[in-house]
């Protein structure tokens, strides 16, 4: 028997979530069986977590927790083996499949990624989700021929999960990080992790008025989207790249062909959840090489199962700062 974080609904419709002992059979298929260390708490899970499943769960019970790390106890497929330790992120792991809110887990081994040398399960965790989602976005950039040389890079959400590693990685590889945030309170967090400048949130959610304005970044990882997506756009020096990573501020944009034709701007979406295998393992890598693990415990609020519920209901009203790590076996 194991303890899960179990999500259930009623014949009245009310859903509920406590912490329940279960068995592996209780478990859905899959050819690798993981022991579970660790997991996170991000937004989808505060939206699984809601009273309608935030329209993601469409079967109960169900177990959210949308990534978690651990070891191989079982599997049926050869690439791995009893003791081997694992991420996995995407795929809709708790959301459509039983996630890592469980002492134990059953995925498909495909969905599986080795951790690399010196990345151990809990500081997997402390990046999680978001920390590979920043770590495609910053890769991506670099891809387009972003260096530090460029010039300034902005981050937007910069107190989120995304945002606050994004900015940690971009500093420690030299860039030069204006970090947008709407709780001045957040300014000494984000200095410490990297950025070099604070940038207040109002400055850049002002109604698009200009598709052009000044030149101003040389990249950006925005995890915001909507209105202020569309301000950074025209503010992009010629030929720079977005990497757009979220959708908090809606999947409208408000914005023109004018800085795509006339500045070359590169927009550039980041989707965690199908990765291929190739980029999983080398985005992993890299968190493993160029993010400063050090930094990573100012963003860390630990928890553990009980705590979820609530902590479901925070992220959701965005009172939320960093990463919530969240030790299963607690």
């Not at 049926?76 to 708790?94: F, I, N, P």
């Not at 009980?306 to 607690?330: C, E, F, T, Y």
Request: net charge negative; with cysteine; aromatic share 6%.
């Amino acid at each position: 028997m194991f303890k899960a974080l179990l999500v259930e609904k009623d014949e009245g419709g009310t859903v509920t979530a406590a912490v329940k002992e279960l068995s592996e059979a209780d478990l859905p298929h899959g050819e690798v069986l993981v022991a579970v260390d660790y997991s996170t708490v991000n937004y989808k899970d505060g939206l699984c977590l809601s009273p309608n499943g935030g329209g993601l769960v469409r079967h109960y019970p169900h177990v959210p927790g949308i990534d978690f790390a651990g070891t191989v106890e079982e599997s049926s497929d050869d690439r791995y083996a009893k003791g081997d330790k694992v991420v996995l992120t995407g795929w809709r792991v708790g959301e459509a499949h039983w996630g890592g809110y469980s002492q134990k887990a059953r995925v498909k081994a495909d969905w599986l990624v080795p951790l690399p040398e010196g990345l151990s399960t809990r500081d997997a965790m402390a990046v999680g989700t978001a920390g590979f989602t920043a770590m495609l976005a910053v890769m991506a950039l670099e891809d387009h021929g972003l260096t530090p040389e460029k010039g300034e890079v902005l981050v937007t959400g910069a107190a989120g999960g995304v945002g606050s590693v994004a900015t940690a990685i971009l500093g420690h590889l030299g860039y030069q990080v204006a970090a947008v945030t709407g709780r001045p309170e957040t300014a000494e967090y984000l200095t410490a992790l990297g950025a070099t400048r604070i940038v207040a949130r109002g400055d850049l959610n002002e109604t698009v008025k200009r598709p052009l304005e000044s030149e101003t970044w040389a990249g950006c990882v925005d995890a915001v989207g909507g209105d202020m997506l569309a301000r950074v756009l025209g503010q992009m020096k010629y030929g720079g790249s977005v990497a757009a990573v979220g959708l908090a501020g809606g999947a409208k944009l408000p914005t023109s062909v004018v800085p795509f034709l006339l500045r070359g701007v590169n927009l550039l979406g980041i989707d965690s959840v199908l990765q291929p295998f190739a980029n999983r393992q080398r985005a992993w890598a890299r968190v493993a090489r160029d993010l400063p693990m050090d930094k990573l415990s100012a963003m860390i609020q630990p928890a553990v199962l009980s705590d979820l519920p609530r902590l479901g209901a925070d992220i959701l009203a965005g009172q939320v700062k960093g990463r919530v790590l969240v030790d299963v076996n607690a």
